[in-house]
Structures are given as structure tokens and as C-alpha cells.
């Protein structure tokens, strides 16, 4: 288990919407930095799934991919576990029980939630090296479900303080709106993110782009940070990087690609393999840049959001592990087949009943990664 860095050493919040962000110690200056998705984890969070809203006419398939998801995760990491209350707690434990899962492995918490997206309402952890230990810090981002889409988000805004008490841990509150999925790093000092997202006036409409590359690097340790442009299709959170490019080492993009040139989100994703291969990391660096096929278009029953944002590039990496969206598709086997080529073990939860049942980084929707504890 990490060791938490003593609250003494650190101031632990800055102002909301502060310009410039004034003489607080931050964690850059700390040298605390996010690692990359890739290093060794001493757990994955997740949030138990219960607004059935979510998921209108499919829920009861979502609690058993769950169960599959914790099921792969709790062989290779501890997996923590919000849940509403205690009785919902014992629910759970029963159901993963049942499933085979050692529940000495299971942490479960009573950290109430609005819905299942851990890694967008969740904190993110940051670390730094002392001597022959590692220190954990938090960062509690403001969450307004992605640009006030879905109210309400009261108990998913308050997560990742809930996280930082139960777990004893400082918590840097920078006052600005992000969610984990709109941006990946390689944990060396490089941060990917999307101009549709993090600029997007929904968000932190009084902050410009410069004041949101300064908390990025003041609160994440970074140094280098590459703008893509446009999301896929069908995505409501405004176009998180984690369905289009992810590091998977520290110098490797995978990049979401179409075939189709008459698909919509052709241009789009051939805009963002562009701004990719002219990009460089933080040692002045070109990236190597691994195309990844998009699915076929997964359509869903909803007629306000016909067409589901399927990608296969929103994968969840754990220890050992790595958990992969897939579609009951032909293309499914060409993205598992180029992903194993640069991870060594790849673990496919799906297929389910459409794009948001499938298993990502935290929850078996596919959108958002769990925030993950990193040792």
C-alpha cells in the first residue's frame, strides 16, 4: 500500500477559477506526478452500478459484468468498491461471492453515488518516490456530469473527498471541472487531451486554454501537453481522449481510426492521427503512432442518441491485465489482435447488449476508467 504523504507538507486546496494559480504548493512542485495507466497498481476503484436510468431496458445485464470485471481484476490488484449504503454493501459482496471472487480481496465502502462512472467522478491519484516508499496524494477535480448533462451529480462530486478521508490521504482540490476519461498520459510528462472536451464552455467557461495547461501541469506533474481536436460520434461527454488515443508505453499511441470514409467520424479521427504524428513528447521526442480499427457502428434504442460511441481504444490497463471493449463483431478480433501485440495479456469481458454494458476502464459501460491506486 502506498504511503500517504504527511498533510503538513502540503497546501491542500486552491481557489476555484484562481488566475494564475498564486504561490500555493502544488503537486508538480512537490514532485508528485500522475503515473501512466501501465504501472503497477495496488488497486482498481470502482462505483456499483444502480440508477437504472442509465441504462433504460438493459440494467439487469450490467450488475454480472460487473462481476466479470471484478472477477478478471481481483486476481492481479485489490479492487475497492463505492457503494450506497451497507446493505447495498452486503448485496454486493453476496453477488461476487457467488461469482467466485475472494472477498478478502474486495474493499467496500459506503461512498454514495449518482451513477457507475468511477474514473469521471473519482479522484485521481498522483505519487511520488521518498527513499524506499511511495506517497499518495489525491486530486478532487470538480465533476459536473460532463457539462451539466445529467442531474443530479451531488454525490458524484463529492467522491473523491470521501476517498481521500477513508483512506487517510492529502487531497489537492484545484477548483476546476475534469473528468479522468478526457485525458491519458504516458507518466513521463506528456498528457493527451481533446480541445472538444476540456475547452469546451460547459465546463470552466471563465478559464482559457493556457490557465488549463497551467493546472494540468501545476496538478498532474506534466510537462508536455498534446491537443487532439473532435470526439467520436455519439459521445456525450463532449470527446474523451479515452476513446480515441491512449499511451500504451511511454513513447506508443494507439489512435482510434475509420475505414469508412463516407462515416462520419472518418475526418475527425484522421484530423487527430494527424495532430498525433506531428506531435512530440515531452523530450522533443516523435511519438510512435499504432492505428486502431473503430467498430462498426453500434446503434442503440434511444432516439436521442441513436448511434453509441464504441471504441476500442477504451481499455482499462491493469496488473497484468488489460480489459477491452468489444461488439459481437468481425472487427473485434483485428483490435484484440493489435493490442495483444503490444500488451501481454489481454482479458475480453464482452460482448453485452449494446456499447454501454461493456466493460472499459471502471465500469461496464465502456465510457470512463476507474480510478486506479497506484503503489
Given at each position: ?65 460487473f462481476c466479470a470485471m ?81 442531474p443530479p451529480w451531488d ?41 472538444a472536451c476540456l475547452l ?176
Amino acid at each position: 500500500m502506498p504511503t500517504p504523504i504527511s498533510p503538513s507538507a502540503i497546501s491542500t486546496e486552491i481557489v476555484a477559477g484562481q488566475k494564475p494559480l498564486g504561490p500555493a504548493r502544488t503537486p508538480a512542485s512537490l514532485g508528485l506526478r500522475l503515473p501512466a495507466e501501465w504501472e503497477p497498481h495496488a488497486a482498481t476503484w470502482l462505483s456499483w452500478p444502480h440508477n437504472v436510468e442509465t441504462w433504460p431496458g438493459r440494467f439487469a445485464a450490467i450488475p454480472p459484468l460487473f462481476c466479470a470485471m471484478v472477477s478478471a481484476l481481483h486476481l492481479r490488484e485489490r479492487v475497492h468498491i463505492c457503494v450506497n449504503d451497507a446493505a447495498a454493501g452486503r448485496a454486493v459482496v453476496s453477488r461476487l461471492a457467488r461469482s467466485g471472487v475472494d472477498i478478502d480481496r474486495l474493499g467496500v465502502y459506503a461512498v454514495p453515488t449518482n451513477d457507475a462512472w468511477a474514473r469521471d467522478h473519482g479522484p485521481i491519484f498522483v505519487t511520488r518516490r521518498s527513499r524506499d516508499r511511495t506517497e499518495l496524494a489525491l486530486i478532487d477535480w470538480r465533476f459536473n456530469s460532463w457539462g451539466g448533462k445529467y442531474p443530479p451529480w451531488d454525490l458524484d462530486d463529492a467522491v473523491a473527498g470521501h476517498i481521500a478521508s477513508r483512506l487517510a490521504i492529502p487531497r489537492f482540490v484545484p477548483g476546476l471541472v475534469l473528468e479522468g476519461g478526457s485525458i491519458d498520459v504516458n507518466g513521463c510528462g506528456t498528457l493527451l487531451t481533446t480541445e472538444a472536451c476540456l475547452l469546451n464552455p460547459n465546463r470552466n467557461p471563465a478559464l482559457s486554454r493556457q490557465d488549463i495547461e497551467a493546472a494540468l501541469r501545476a496538478f498532474l506533474g506534466l510537462d508536455t501537453i498534446v491537443w487532439l481536436g473532435e470526439g467520436i460520434v455519439g459521445d456525450d461527454t463532449d470527446g474523451h481522449v479515452d476513446d480515441i488515443a491512449r499511451f500504451v508505453n511511454p513513447t506508443t499511441v494507439v489512435c482510434a481510426i475509420e475505414d469508412d470514409p463516407l462515416d462520419p467520424n472518418y475526418q475527425p479521427l484522421q484530423d487527430n492521427l494527424a495532430r498525433l504524428r506531428a506531435a512530440t513528447d515531452q523530450d522533443g521526442r516523435r511519438l510512435t503512432i499504432i492505428p486502431l480499427p473503430m467498430p462498426e457502428p453500434v446503434l442503440s434504442p434511444d432516439a436521442d442518441t441513436p448511434r453509441l460511441p464504441a471504441s476500442y481504444a477504451n481499455f482499462y490497463i491493469a496488473n497484468g491485465l488489460v480489459l477491452v471493449p468489444t461488439y459481437d463483431q468481425p472487427k473485434d478480433r483485428r483490435a484484440l489482435d493489435i493490442l495483444r501485440g503490444v500488451f501481454p495479456d489481454v482479458y475480453r469481458p464482452g460482448p453485452g447488449p449494446g456499447r454501454d454494458s461493456l466493460c472499459d476502464h471502471a465500469t461496464a459501460g465502456g465510457r470512463r476508467r476507474a480510478a486506479g491506486e497506484w503503489s
